[in-house]
């Protein structure tokens, strides 16, 4: 899969609460252009209690119990995003009221790439590389990142899952998301996220940098 750096970002504006866009993406921050490939950042590894990380040229995540799932097909230590500026763009929306925050995770919605279907990113994520992205599923996994404000959330896209997205935060996401619990996600598609499941196989699934991780019963309905 591509890694490429990302290119020159733009700029966009908060206006009375809402979002102006100026060619770019959300929120007054340095954003990548849609259409420009953003790298995967490093990874800072965290490992949980009694877990050993699998030493492999990519990082590794604690698995942790899945109450719906084969436990074996869960990933072993999440690596923290670092771009920044949808990290900026996080930082905004976790500190607005309630209703400007709904406002701002439609702005949000509204740059998504409505081509995106799961099918489509797993066979090819390079299409999709900068892509804003916007879903719902069942969280599968969520942990927080030790020493860093962000999380991870395992999110699976069907009643088995079998699709699945690696989805990290920047910020962390209320107490309310927890493991089985139906969420929506909004970030950028940046590549793929290998680990090694417990039974020892490989596995790569879409990974996604979040701005903005709710409970789908209480993500706004935005207009289209």
């Given at each position: 899969?591509?890694?490429?750096?990302?290119?020159?970002?733009?700029?966009?504006?908060?206006?009375?609460?809402?979002?102006?866009?100026?060619?770019?993406?959300v929120l007054g921050v340095l954003v990548a252009a849609p259409g420009t490939r953003t790298a995967a950042p490093p990874a800072?590894?965290?490992?949980?209690?009694?877990?050993?990380?699998?030493?492999?040229?990519?990082?590794t995540v604690p698995a942790a119990a899945d109450?719906?799932?084969?436990?074996?097909?869960?990933?072993?230590a999440p690596p923290f995003p670092r771009l920044r500026e949808d990290l900026a763009a996080a930082q905004q929306i976790?500190?607005?009221t309630p209703e400007a925050q709904r406002?701002?995770?439609?702005?949000v919605e509204g740059q998504a790439n409505r081509e995106i279907r799961y099918a489509l990113?797993?066979?090819?994520?390079?299409?999709?590389?900068?892509?804003?992205?916007?879903?719902?599923?069942?969280?599968?996994?969520?942990?927080?990142i030790p020493g860093?404000?962000?999380?991870?959330?395992?999110?699976?896209?069907?009643?088995?899952g079998n699709q699945l997205v690696a989805v990290f935060t920047y910020e962390r996401p209320d107490d309310n998301?927890?493991?089985?619990?139906?969420?929506?996600?909004?970030?950028?598609?940046?590549?793929?996220?290998?680990?090694?499941t417990r039974n020892g196989q490989t596995r790569t699934v879409p990974r996604v940098h979040a701005m903005a991780v709710v409970r789908s019963d209480a993500a706004p309905e935005c207009r289209r």
């Open positions: 899969m591509s890694t490429d750096q990302p290119q020159g970002p733009r700029r966009a504006t908060i206006i009375a609460g809402a979002v102006g866009l100026s060619g770019g993406f800072v590894v965290a490992a949980a209690p009694a877990m050993v990380p699998v030493p492999r040229p990519q990082p109450p719906g799932a084969d436990q074996s097909d869960e990933p072993a976790a500190a607005m406002q701002a995770l439609c702005a990113l797993e066979r090819n994520v390079d299409r999709f590389l900068s892509s804003v992205y916007v879903a719902t599923g069942r969280a599968i996994q969520v942990q927080d860093e404000r962000g999380s991870f959330v395992l999110v699976s896209m069907d009643s088995w998301i927890v493991a089985d619990r139906r969420v929506r996600f909004y970030g950028r598609v940046v590549g793929t996220y290998t680990y090694q």
